[in-house]
């Protein structure tokens, strides 16, 4: 008996996979992205230069924040460069009124729903247990970092699941439906919640999207190694209309996340998108991915890079150079204001620790608390 060969894993260049602009700009749809025009076509020129303009200035954010992790500012940085294309398309995507649940390097899903970048840096500057009130309707209805893998999404169907009891999907007004959009990554895809989700996902029609960004590599893990076959078959699995899309083609991310919201919103039940891109940077600044995977690898990917794409797209389309100039500076302002704000945040009080341990006062933590005032208070004379 032999073993049968494991199927090959999700090519951007299949053409099952929804693509929209090739790996050097040129608009040239792929047979699995026809029904997908109409979201491109209504789209304006405005709205195609604030893509890009999204992406820029978020790899400039990105880049900045691994540099002030370098430099001791931060204690960990989960970089986001080289996804840029499956957060922006997708993000700008969704409506006001949906709920976005995030992992923990959706830096461009923050920015666009309206997170203050800098409250990603105190997240992971130790600074905050949340970083942000998600009720904040400044926030955009964007929940917080979850570094527990796939247990956001257990958090997205909960919601999901409440939207449908309380009749806020599915009435036929799209500006009052609402749905859920989850984003894990491939390495999740794997964790047992990410499954249970989407079980109750289709047992009761919540109008949520599951937003798989497959970059390839679970920390040193190839997704080879994960699946035997696609991951979009997961969904699949379950009864859940399932798309794989050109994760480093920010305009197929965008139409196929815009059509599969508003079918969720509309009352359809919940779909799944598998965004193929890759991870151009490390895992986290505590990986090497010199480790576990080869330069040939990492260089045939940056030739699809998301930005330098969408750029000579809209290049070809006559965007001025005044405009990438525009971009440009307005990449390096907010790298320079992030740089400036996050050494200026400060430290955190020891005392903190104690905070919030117990719903009430407890009087081990305050012997505790004593314990350390007293240690601290040693110190004041200089004495050891």
Same mark, same amino acid.
């Given at each position: 008996?032999?073993?049968p060969?494991?199927?090959?894993?999700?090519s951007?260049e299949?053409?099952d996979?929804v693509?929209?602009?090739?790996?050097g700009?040129?608009?040239?749809p792929?047979?699995?992205?026809?029904?997908?025009?109409?979201?491109?076509?209504?789209?304006?020129d405005?709205?195609l230069e @604030?893509f890009?303009?999204?992406?820029? !200035?978020?790899r400039?954010?990105d880049?900045?924040?691994?540099?002030?992790?370098?430099q001791?500012?931060?204690? $960990?940085w989960?970089?986001s460069?080289?996804?840029?294309?499956?957060?922006v398309?997708?993000?700008?995507?969704?409506?006001?009124?949906?709920?976005?649940f995030?992992s923990?390097?959706?830096? #461009? &899903?923050?920015?666009?729903?309206?997170?203050? +970048?800098v409250?990603?840096?105190?997240l992971?500057?130790?600074?905050?247990?949340?970083g942000?009130? +998600? @009720?904040?309707?400044?926030?955009?209805?964007?929940h917080?970092?979850?570094l527990? $893998?796939?247990?956001?999404?257990l958090?997205?169907?909960g919601l999901g699941?409440?939207? &449908?009891?309380?009749?806020?999907?599915?009435?036929?007004?799209?500006e009052?439906?609402?749905?859920v959009?989850?984003?894990?990554g491939?390495?999740?895809?794997?964790q047992?919640?990410v499954?249970? #989700?989407m079980?109750?996902?289709?047992?009761?029609?919540a109008?949520?999207v599951?937003?798989?960004?497959?970059?390839?590599?679970?920390? =040193?893990?190839p997704?080879?190694t994960?699946?035997? #076959?696609?991951? !979009?078959?997961r969904? @699949?699995?379950y009864?859940?209309p399932?798309?794989?899309v050109d994760?480093?083609?920010v305009?197929?991310?965008?139409?196929?996340?815009r059509?599969?919201?508003?079918e969720?919103r509309?009352?359809?039940?919940?779909?799944?998108i598998?965004?193929?891109?890759?991870?151009?940077g490390?895992h986290t600044?505590?990986?090497?991915?010199?480790k576990?995977?080869?330069s040939?690898?990492?260089?045939?990917?940056?030739?699809?890079?998301?930005?330098?794409?969408?750029r000579?797209?809209?290049?070809?389309?006559?965007?001025s150079?005044?405009f990438?100039?525009?971009?440009?500076?307005e990449a390096?302002? !907010?790298?320079?204001? @992030?740089? !400036?704000?996050?050494?200026?945040?400060?430290?955190? %009080?020891?005392?903190?620790?104690?905070?919030?341990?117990y =719903?009430?006062d407890?009087?081990?933590?305050?012997e505790?608390?004593?314990?350390?005032? #007293?240690? %601290?208070?040693?110190f004041?004379?200089?004495?050891?």
């Amino acid at each position: 008996m032999t073993t049968p060969e494991a199927p090959a894993h999700g090519s951007s260049e299949h053409p099952d996979v929804v693509r929209l602009l090739d790996a050097g700009g040129s608009f040239a749809p792929s047979a699995a992205a026809e029904e997908y025009l109409p979201y491109v076509e209504a789209l304006a020129d405005a709205d195609l230069e @604030t893509f890009y303009r999204d992406m820029a !200035v978020i790899r400039a954010f990105d880049q900045q924040a691994t540099h002030l992790q370098r430099q001791g500012q931060l204690a $960990l940085w989960p970089p986001s460069f080289g996804q840029e294309a499956a957060q922006v398309g997708s993000a700008r995507a969704a409506r006001p009124q949906d709920h976005l649940f995030p992992s923990y390097r959706e830096h #461009a &899903v923050c920015r666009i729903r309206g997170v203050d +970048p800098v409250d990603i840096i105190r997240l992971m500057r130790g600074l905050t247990h949340g970083g942000w009130d +998600p @009720t904040d309707p400044k926030n955009g209805n964007t929940h917080i970092y979850t570094l527990v $893998l796939g247990a956001q999404t257990l958090h997205a169907t909960g919601l999901g699941m409440g939207m &449908v009891f309380d009749g806020k999907c599915g009435t036929g007004d799209p500006e009052r439906d609402e749905a859920v959009m989850v984003y894990y990554g491939d390495g999740a895809s794997s964790q047992g919640d990410v499954h249970e #989700a989407m079980v109750f996902a289709a047992s009761y029609g919540a109008p949520e999207v599951f937003f798989l960004q497959n970059n390839h590599w679970a920390i =040193s893990v190839p997704v080879a190694t994960q699946s035997r #076959a696609p991951l !979009v078959r997961r969904g @699949t699995g379950y009864g859940i209309p399932s798309v794989q899309v050109d994760g480093n083609d920010v305009l197929a991310s965008y139409a196929v996340t815009r059509k599969a919201l508003d079918e969720a919103r509309g009352g359809a039940g919940p779909r799944a998108i598998e965004a193929l891109t890759y991870r151009m940077g490390a895992h986290t600044t505590s990986d090497d991915p010199t480790k576990y995977r080869t330069s040939d690898e990492e260089q045939s990917w940056a030739r699809r890079d998301p930005i330098a794409r969408m750029r000579a797209y809209l290049h070809g389309r006559g965007a001025s150079d005044a405009f990438f100039a525009d971009v440009d500076d307005e990449a390096k302002s !907010v790298a320079d204001d @992030t740089r !400036v704000r996050t050494n200026a945040l400060g430290g955190i %009080e020891a005392d903190s620790m104690f905070t919030h341990v117990y =719903s009430a006062d407890h009087p081990v933590i305050a012997e505790q608390r004593e314990w350390l005032a #007293a240690y %601290e208070a040693s110190f004041q004379g200089g004495d050891r």
